[in-house]
């Protein structure tokens, strides 16, 4: 696998190193490194908390977006959703998505091409709250231009992605009708009907009003606690975000935008780059020294967060790193059917 992507994993190695460049090239480290030390390691602490917390409100999340499918129970699926974005700082290209769908789908007995149509709505709905979110935002605080444009883009582009699969779940039988005259060979034609039969299925949230509902706010919930953490993270620094939680959702938005830039595993770079340059520097005006140290901070807690909870979901689920990247692999099995 990694063979396969060396020129795409190479790409966003370049990517991530010119990023970690323009983060630092003036930044005083004498001054970032002595802030790191003077931090509240208490507020630190209840950062790492709450922000452990964010993976229970998203396995609640996911519970009712697989309802539709089948009945689990509520935290059936947390180490599988927890393995998911551990491998994503692991491996590039958010491969750990691909991983996250096959053991879930595997352990739960649902079809995998099932679980990564609910993955999709589910990073749909996270795309739905940044763009809403956004708007929000530009009415009581500036936003870099560029962020703007990208925002722009973004809303228009997933949009319609979001419309398209409503107008799948509504019109399945045309849908498979249109994927079944596609000019493939004949025994791929079937396979990819077959797999397409079984995202659609995946995709049984958008016809269920309380489901949708309820992941809606969940997705929602999440992300006001995931700006809550960065807002505590700041306070350790001495930050104080302008509007407060508004403040904390405006720099998670604009990391999650850097989230899209291909990079090493992890984000490295982008997560940096996107949150301390441009995020608080330029949009929020954060001194440079302080702004930096509370962004590589911020980072390394949901590293070290996830790598500690991916630990324990290893042994909780008695899945080795070795199976782990076994099921990284399933891209290239092109004769999987489920």
């Known amino acids: 696998m990694l063979k396969k992507h060396f020129f795409k994993i190479l790409a966003g190695v370049i990517i991530s190193s010119a990023l970690i460049y323009l983060?630092?090239?003036?930044?005083?480290?004498?001054?970032?490194?002595?802030?790191?030390?003077?931090?509240?390691?208490?507020?630190?602490?209840?950062?790492?908390?709450?922000?452990?917390?964010?993976?229970?409100?998203?396995?609640?999340?996911?519970?009712?977006?697989?309802?539709?499918?089948?009945?689990?129970?509520?935290?059936?699926?947390?180490?599988?959703?927890?393995?998911?974005?551990?491998?994503?700082?692991?491996?590039?290209?958010?491969?750990?998505?691909?991983?996250?769908?096959?053991?879930?789908?595997e352990r739960l007995k649902i079809s995998r091409s099932s679980i990564l149509a609910t993955i999709v709505v589910e990073r749909l709905f996270d795309i739905i709250i940044f763009v809403a979110s956004f708007f929000v935002i530009m009415l009581v605080m500036p936003f870099p231009e560029i962020i703007k444009k990208s925002?722009?883009?973004?809303?228009?582009?997933?949009?319609?992605?979001?419309?398209?699969?409503?107008?799948?779940?509504?019109?399945?039988k045309k849908a498979l009708q249109l994927v079944s005259k596609l000019p493939l060979p004949h025994r791929i034609k079937n396979l990819v009907s077959e797999l397409f039969d079984k995202f659609t299925g995946g995709l049984a949230t958008l016809k269920k009003p309380?489901?949708?509902?309820?992941?809606?706010l969940m997705s929602a919930l999440i992300w006001l606690t995931e700006s809550a953490v960065l807002v505590i993270a700041a306070y350790a620094f001495g930050i104080n975000l302008p509007h407060v939680i508004l403040g904390g959702l405006f720099t998670?938005?604009?990391?999650?935008?850097?989230?899209?830039?291909?990079?090493?595993?992890?984000?490295?770079?982008?997560?940096?780059?996107?949150?301390?340059?441009?995020?608080l520097i330029q949009g929020l005006s954060i001194e440079a020294?302080?702004?930096?140290?509370?962004?590589?901070?911020?980072?390394?807690?949901?590293?070290?967060?996830?790598?500690?909870?991916g630990s324990a979901s290893i042994v909780k689920t008695k899945i080795s790193f070795n199976d782990l990247f076994k099921f990284a692999k399933i891209e290239d099995n092109k004769n999987e059917k489920e």
């Open 210 to 216: 309380s489901a949708f509902l309820i992941s809606f």
């Open 289 to 309: 020294s302080k702004a930096v140290a509370c962004i590589l901070t911020y980072h390394f807690i949901q590293i070290g967060v996830i790598f500690i909870l």
């Open 23 to 105: 983060t630092f090239r003036n930044i005083d480290f004498t001054a970032t490194f002595d802030t790191i030390k003077k931090a509240n390691c208490v507020l630190l602490l209840l950062a790492a908390a709450l922000y452990a917390f964010t993976y229970i409100l998203r396995s609640i999340r996911y519970y009712f977006m697989i309802l539709p499918i089948k009945q689990t129970r509520v935290f059936e699926n947390l180490p599988y959703t927890i393995l998911g974005f551990f491998m994503n700082n692991i491996i590039p290209l958010r491969i750990g998505e691909l991983v996250r769908a096959k053991i879930t789908g």
């Open 252 to 279: 998670v938005i604009i990391i999650g935008i850097g989230a899209i830039v291909p990079t090493a595993p992890g984000y490295i770079g982008a997560f940096e780059y996107f949150g301390s340059n441009l995020a």
């Open 151 to 172: 925002f722009y883009v973004c809303a228009v582009v997933f949009g319609i992605g979001l419309v398209i699969l409503f107008l799948i779940t509504k019109h399945e």
